[in-house]
């Protein structure tokens, strides 16, 4: 069983930065694939990013893309989110989760993620 905690969210004004992580524990931690997914007012889960078990695979979202940066520390069991010139539509609660390798795993939808993390608040205001 993986237990997951997010850490690093807060208020910000657009333009400006933030750090998330997330530490996982558990049996099988350090060889699933990491992502991240938000969740705006009212709206779907939505892809992030994701760190494979190696760490030699990485994916973004297209909104996100060019600005955040996803990380691992192995040695930690924790994964980094880098966020930069972040935008009032980045607005969300922010959710790590892992995901066990499978045959044809895409690793970009909700569903293909077992274990969550509680998610942390990052709001930009303009």
């Known amino acids: 069983q993986v237990e997951l905690v997010e850490s690093g969210g807060g208020a910000v004004q657009t333009g400006d930065s933030l750090k998330l992580s997330c530490t996982a524990s558990?049996?099988?931690?350090?060889?699933?694939?990491m992502g991240w997914f938000r969740r705006a007012p009212g709206k779907e889960r939505e892809f992030v990013s994701v760190?494979?078990?190696?760490?030699?695979?990485?994916l973004y979202g297209d909104s996100v893309k060019g600005r955040f940066a996803i990380s691992r520390d192995y040695s930690k069991n924790t994964v980094y989110l880098e966020m930069r010139r972040l935008k009032p539509e980045d607005t969300a609660v922010y959710y790590c989760?892992?995901?066990?390798?499978?045959?044809?795993?895409?690793?970009?939808?909700?569903?293909?993620?077992?274990?969550w993390g509680q998610g942390t608040q990052v709001t930009v205001s303009s």
């Open positions: 989760a892992t995901a066990t390798p499978y045959f044809g795993g895409k690793y970009i939808y909700p569903h293909e993620y077992a274990h």
């Open positions: 558990g049996r099988g931690a350090s060889t699933n694939h």
């Open positions: 760190i494979n078990w190696n760490g030699d695979t990485i």
